[in-house]
């Protein structure tokens, strides 16, 4: 495995009279080379400090990391062969693009043909060219985080970390530079791990997601696979929206999970676990499963709240007292159901994934 993190533990000192912090909490994880690996949580979960300790700003109080077979537990940052994409860029303000980018180069005596070849290739890589004697207080917030990027990437090293790089642009700036970094990185094929809270960021970004919380992995998978088939409630909830609904198995027929879930019977598909009849079960349904009908459905439903968005309507939608999240992205159905209107509501079935017990 190219890069790989085992049993790695990071406690912070007691200061102030608190406790010890465990921060990073027995977490294991192998990234293949020219991977793109997302560290998704909130905030306190521990991701900026695995991203950290992989690059030597922290060392881990258990565990060991290796790179390309090597441990570099001890090795100061300079020495393993890494690059840094801060959430602040770090852009040098006295130096120009030209010489912003080149920084790490001079610092290494390359000479002035290799120095411009190498500014010249990584300019063209992130759309820079013409820009070269620009001052950063000159240059939009998109520019300024390609001169942090081009900086990082000129290094050549073996792997790029980037930690919360996107933060600080706004919407639409944001949406354009993921699809540029996506398109540099697999370019390049550099190994990259990336740090976000931003769930959009990192199913847009990733070969796979690394999901974190309390300092700990609760799920590694693929983009789809995390969304469609979370392994815990915290996954479920945390990586887009989920309605969480109590359920009973009453028995299967061929290749259905035959199952009671308020009130009424869903044939559910595509189940590989075996579930005992009369067991207790939680399905993860996402508002884009539910199907809202003027006459029919599965259930008998109240709408309490609807959202006009544009692209999609969001429904508040009660069923036997539980309250449902719906999202309606039809563009033939423009009707809005108000709230109080009493609607037919049903669930694609095949799509209900049911979490295993926690």
Known sequence: MFLSLKNLVKLFPPRGGSTEVLAVNNISLDINKGEMITLLGPSGCGKTTTLRLIAGFEFPTQGYISLDGQRINELPPHQRDM????QSYAIFPHLNVFENIAYGLNVQRVGKKELRERVAKVMELVELEGLENRAPNQLSGGQQ???????ALIMEPKVLLMDEPLSNLDAKLREQMRSEIRRIQQTLGITSVYVTHDQIEAMTLSDRVVVMNNGIIEQVAPPQEVYRH???SFVADFIGRANFINGTVKGVEDDALITEALGQTLRLTGIHESHSIGSQITLVVRPEMVRLHDQGGTYTGAVRQAAYLGDQIDYKVEISGQLLDVVESDPTHIKIYPAGTQIGVS???SCIHLLSPE
């Not at 690059?83 to 801060?86: A, G, K, L, T």
């Not at 985080?145 to 900086?151: D, E, G, H, I, P």
Request: aromatic share 18%.
């Open 230 to 232: 979370p392994r815990t």
């Open 145 to 151: 985080q390609r001169v942090a990027l081009s900086r």
């Open 83 to 86: 690059s840094m994409v801060f």
């Open 347 to 349: 669930f694609y079935e």
